[in-house]
């Protein structure tokens, strides 16, 4: 969602993150959505420029307005089952 789901308005937001399994570098993201997505490509675009791992992107510290965005941003949330995908596959 690009709101908190309370708040009217609120929207779906799917976001896509492919990590490399051996490191957890960020490889790729696909967002699909209405308002918001942009924004979102922003994120991931830097993270991906700067080389980031998904651990990393966890600890981005991303802006909180309940007419603008959820608590947890859509990204966020998509790296930390990332994460978790990548630290599940390595056992």
Do not use: H
């Not at 490509?41 to 007419?67: F, I, K, N, R, S």
């Amino acid at each position: 969602c690009i709101r908190d789901g309370y708040y009217p308005g609120a929207k779906p937001m799917t976001v896509k993150m492919i990590a490399e399994l051996r490191t957890g570098r960020l490889l790729g993201v696909q967002i699909v959505g209405r308002d918001g997505a942009a924004k979102r490509v922003d994120v991931a675009a830097v993270a991906l420029t700067a080389g980031m791992t998904v651990e990393q992107m966890t600890a981005l510290d991303l802006g909180y307005a309940p007419p603008f965005s959820p608590v947890w941003d859509p990204v966020l949330v998509a790296a930390r089952k990332t994460v978790a995908a990548v630290r599940g596959a390595g056992n």
